[in-house]
């Protein structure tokens, strides 16, 4: 017999520890690599949507919010508290990701670049947090 969907549901939607330590680490480390060793880039687009900031910060934003998404998911898959720990912990790796931009020869340390990591993994978490409460809704 079957459980019944609520508990299918979730069951699937939390993934096993170990995996989603791997999700984090992948996240990271794809995040380390475009941020320090891969080469910048070719000047493109300077504004980003809206012409409020630059493309750059919405990268930066974007790039944060999975980190911290994905850091809340791994930390506690099912309780609220993990989102803090998802938001400081991503917020400073991106600072930790500045200062090595800061040595990297072909890259620079930025606050707004800081500040853009900090926006995207208060995102990352609030959205996790959306995620979360439909799955006990739906659960």
Do not use: I
Not at 1 to 8: A, L
Not at 15 to 22: G, M, N, V
Not at 65 to 73: C, M, Q, T
């Amino acid at each position: 017999m079957s459980p019944p969907p609520s508990r299918r549901l979730t069951r699937s939607v939390v993934l096993s520890p170990r995996l989603r330590w791997a999700v984090v680490f992948l996240v990271a480390a794809a995040v380390f690599v475009a941020s320090v060793v891969a080469p910048p880039g070719d000047g493109g687009p300077t504004l980003g949507p809206f012409g409020l900031v630059g493309a750059d910060k919405w990268l930066h934003a974007v790039a944060y919010a999975a980190v911290a998404g994905a850091l809340a998911h791994a930390l506690d898959p099912k309780l609220e508290r993990a989102a803090l720990g998802g938001f400081f912990g991503a917020f400073a790796y991106g600072f930790v990701v500045e200062l090595a931009q800061w040595v990297a020869p072909t890259r620079q340390f930025d606050l707004f670049d800081a500040a853009a990591n900090g926006v995207g993994a208060a995102l990352g978490v609030g959205l996790w947090l959306v995620a979360l409460a439909a799955v006990r809704r739906l659960g």
